[in-house]
């Protein structure tokens, strides 16, 4: 089932222009999950709604975005305020995706599950599009599930961590200010542990040598 009908409504940006596009644009919505990287969350899911309105729409076009001029597209994105802290790259990364898109899926993202058979062929094929690794497919899948209605056989294994109820690991759990305090706690939790671990590392090489 995909609830694109109902248009559902999501919670990523914090604000209430850009999370409309989001629930009703599932190609707003890859956009937005392949923004989420060294940006904070929402800065990453205003970004699809930053770029229709920059574009003179009021939606995203996979086409439309896949022939842009890559130069002017890349200046669109680095307008103020910029839609990434690294604008330039994730132009052409967001180009890739939608020529990806076109090439695949004639320009419909909704193509990626339309017709799959389990979570784990989904997520085979999202770790296919440009851009997402095993992780953020994973996220995305979880998402889908979660939020947007797409629940093929599977796909909380399929998603790992992040398919699991309640777990506050990723975007697909935020649906509201207090779930998104939880995400980021979870992830500044995540940043502590990884820093603790390389310390450790550190100074049991530098105790051995």
């Not at 694109?4 to 644009?25: C, F, I, K, T, V």
């Not at 939608?98 to 997520?123: F, K, N, P």
């Not at 995305?140 to 796909?155: D, E, M, R």
Request: glycine share 10%.
């Amino acid at each position: 089932m995909d609830a694109n009908a109902d248009s559902p409504a999501l919670h990523l940006a914090q604000d209430p222009e850009a999370d409309e596009l989001l629930g009703r644009s599932r190609l707003a919505a890859l956009i937005g999950m392949l923004l989420d990287q060294q940006v904070p969350m929402e800065w990453a899911f205003k970004g699809p709604a930053t770029i229709a309105r920059r574009m003179g729409t009021d939606d995203l076009d996979a086409h439309e975005i896949a022939a842009q001029d890559p130069e002017a597209f890349g200046a669109l994105l680095s307008e103020k305020p910029a839609v990434h802290r690294y604008p330039g790259s994730m132009a052409k990364r967001i180009q890739q995706l939608c020529q990806y898109l076109v090439e695949h899926y004639d320009g419909d993202a909704e193509g990626i599950w339309r017709d799959v058979d389990s979570g784990a062929e989904l997520l085979g094929r999202l770790q296919e599009l440009p851009g997402f690794g095993k992780q953020k497919a994973q996220i995305f899948l979880a998402l889908l599930g979660k939020q947007l209605g797409v629940t093929p056989t599977g796909w909380r294994e399929a998603a790992g961590a992040y398919g699991e109820p309640a777990a506050y690991r990723s975007v697909a759990d935020i649906t509201g200010p207090e779930s998104l305090a939880k995400v980021r706690a979870h992830k500044q939790e995540m940043k502590a542990a990884a820093k603790a671990e390389k310390a450790a590392k550190t100074a049991k090489g530098g105790a051995t040598s």
